[in-house]
């Protein structure tokens, strides 16, 4: 295997954890992953693309809907692992050239997780290479893909038309953020909360690296933003919503802001989900504000069961949920927390955190 493009991962400074540790040799950081491991690849009818699927995050999100991606391998499960640059390369240019894909009219990779800022060099790796593949099958001279097999890519006439899309929380360092923003033509970037106490608990990461990131990718590059997004949790992220809106509004009206129903995941597993109603009146508030691209997507058809002290104390509800699930640090700061190698909340089977009489 040929580990130079991972060198840096041997004194990994790619998120603001800074945890400064070799991940090659058994280090284990804020996100606790070592080499980049793939989950699964699938494709995405909605995005016509072809995702790649990373396995960690430097968050310790209270509703993740993939914590046992996000959260390997204290999650338990095992997945696909490591696999070559080049031979993701390869699988990447076969399933682009499947009948499936052309019927679906893919042309789009996209990278999610987990978090998949924090496997940097390996996605430059992927791409870099890829792109050198798809301009090699182009000029037609004969790569070595050519020699497997692989002819043509009908579907895409130059690499520039291959859209590489990355799914992200923001909590990169800036010098990252302009690496991948460099390898991605579109992020569908996350804002999961403004205020940082608010952010912190909900994460266990402080706001500010995400909003710096986000104002730095919507001022310069503004045609990359596909998306920004918020899950909305009743009663714990309601609030924050008007703050987000408020903030992309005063960078650009016209960024898409999309507003996304939390269901019930990880250690919210008993909170209640947003109505239609809710996520409705949510994104007129966004509108009121001055946002011209705003709407949202899903809700719970039976409607949320808030009690009256959920909606009046966030902060404390989420307290309560987290000390359900096992964790008791408060204010709640993952990066600094002597746990975080073996984080009681992470280890708990959701359903076995049961709710209150
Ligand atoms: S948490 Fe960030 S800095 Fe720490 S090892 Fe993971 S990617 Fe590197
Ligand atoms: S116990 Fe520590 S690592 Fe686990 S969620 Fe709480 S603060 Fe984060």
């Not at 987000?244 to 960078?251: D, G, L, P, T, V």
């Not at 909170?271 to 009146?281: D, F, I, N, V, W």
Request: hydrophobic share 30%.
């Amino acid at each position: 295997m040929n580990f130079k493009y991972l060198k840096e991962l041997k004194d990994c400074h790619l998120c603001p954890w800074d945890c400064g540790i070799n991940r090659l040799d058994g280090g284990k950081g804020v996100c606790r992953v070592g080499m980049p491991e793939v989950a699964y690849t699938n494709f995405t009818e909605v995005l016509k693309s072809y995702s790649i699927t990373l396995l960690g995050c430097s968050f310790f999100c209270t509703y993740c809907n993939a914590y046992r991606i996000s959260q390997y391998p204290e999650s338990g499960w095992r997945y696909r692992g490591y696999v070559d640059p080049p031979a993701l390369v390869e699988e990447i240019l076969h399933a682009f050239k499947s009948q499936y894909a052309q019927d679906m009219s893919v042309n789009k990779l996209s990278f999610t997780g987990g978090e998949p800022s924090i496997h940097t060099p390996y996605l430059e790796a992927v791409v870099g290479l890829l792109n050198k593949e798809i301009s090699g099958l182009e000029k037609q001279e004969s790569p070595p893909l050519e020699k497997q097999g692989i002819s043509q890519m009908e579907s895409l006439e130059s690499p520039h038309q291959l859209d590489v899309g990355l799914a992200t929380n923001g909590f990169i360092t800036r010098k990252t953020m302009e690496r991948l923003s460099r390898i991605s033509s579109y992020f569908n970037f996350e804002i999961k909360a403004y205020d940082t106490e608010l952010h912190q608990a909900l994460t266990g990461a402080p706001s500010e690296p995400v909003l710096e990131n986000a104002e730095w990718l919507a001022r310069k590059h503004p045609e990359k933003i596909r998306v920004f997004r918020t899950v909305v949790i009743p009663g714990l992220n309601q609030e924050e919503i008007h703050k987000i809106a408020r903030f992309i509004q005063e960078i650009d009206p016209s960024i898409h802001y999309r507003l996304v129903g939390f269901r019930p995941h990880f250690m919210l597993y008993y909170h209640p989900a947003p109505t239609r109603s809710l996520m409705q009146e949510l994104v007129e508030d966004c509108k009121k504000l001055g946002l011209k691209n705003v709407d949202y997507s899903g809700y719970h058809p039976g409607g949320s069961q808030m009690t009256e002290q959920m909606s009046n104390n966030g902060l404390k509800t989420l307290y309560h949920h987290l000390n359900r699930a096992g964790c008791y640090r408060k204010p709640r700061n993952c990066g600094d927390c002597p746990e975080n190698h073996h984080c009681p909340a992470v280890i708990l089977e959701p359903w076995t955190n049961l709710p209150d009489d």
